[in-house]
């Protein structure tokens, strides 16, 4: 059974940073890419970063581009999502998703909430 | 950036009903490989998204054929036949062909 399991958000002030981590299981992890998306409360969803399965690119939307560094070990089976100088409009629920012709696999989400 | 333009923005369906949604890129969605790259996913009240179709017409393991998706290019259709109860929810439009990578705003289904 695939699983996704985030973890690592919380309530941080502006201008600080967190490290969000996704460990994948019942899959081959190395294989697939992998990506982050969030939604803000209330409010649709958001892609903001993907990885190629080899860490060869890696590519983010303009909103988190020089921010936040997504990043993966394949020998732990699991995804990163370093972010630095939150701002309040980063408050949202972080997904990470398997990409395999679609974003076939999601985790149960972990809440980051910005606020001083 | 590619705009994935949704519509309606909520339906109200009667059950045993048809529900129809419409997705709208600004761009052609077929990647020069040969695959077009628009899936459609629910999202449930209080859960993650789930994907439903990938590749804009291909049914993913396990979803009722209930659902169905149609379309090609910049065009493009979710039928959920007769409505049950579970089908309620948010239903997006995703594409994956063109970076930066892009969701539709969104389809709230309703029961009637």
């Known amino acids: 059974e695939v699983q996704l399991v985030e973890s690592g958000g919380g309530l941080v002030q502006p201008g600080s940073s967190l490290k969000l981590s996704c460990v994948a299981s019942?899959?081959?992890?190395?294989?697939?890419?992998m990506n982050w998306i969030r939604q803000a409360p209330k409010k649709g969803l958001e892609w903001i970063a993907l990885?190629?399965?080899?860490?060869?690119?890696?590519y983010y939307a303009d909103s988190v581009k020089g921010r936040f560094t997504i990043s993966r070990d394949n020998s732990k089976n699991t995804l990163y999502l370093e972010m630095n100088s939150l701002r309040s409009e980063d408050t949202a629920m972080y997904y990470c998703?398997?990409?395999?012709?679609?974003?076939?696999?999601w985790g149960q989400g972990v809440m980051v909430t910005v606020s001083s | 950036d590619v705009v994935m333009t949704q519509t309606p923005v909520s339906l109200s369906v009667s059950l045993g009903n048809q529900a129809s949604i419409s997705c709208r890129s600004s761009q052609s969605l077929l990647h020069s490989d040969g695959n077009t790259y628009l899936s459609w996913y629910l999202q449930k009240p209080g859960q993650s998204p789930q994907l439903l179709i990938y590749l804009a017409s291909n049914r993913f393991s396990g979803v009722s054929n209930r659902f169905s998706g149609s379309g090609s290019g910049t065009d493009f259709t979710l039928k959920i036949s007769r409505v049950e109860p579970e089908d309620l929810g948010v239903y997006y439009c995703f594409q994956h062909t063109h970076l930066p990578l892009t969701f539709g705003s969104g389809t709230k289904l309703e029961i009637k």
């Open positions: 998703a398997k990409l395999a012709g679609a974003l076939d696999y």
């Open positions: 019942g899959f081959t992890f190395s294989n697939y890419g």
């Open positions: 990885i190629y399965y080899d860490s060869s690119n890696k």
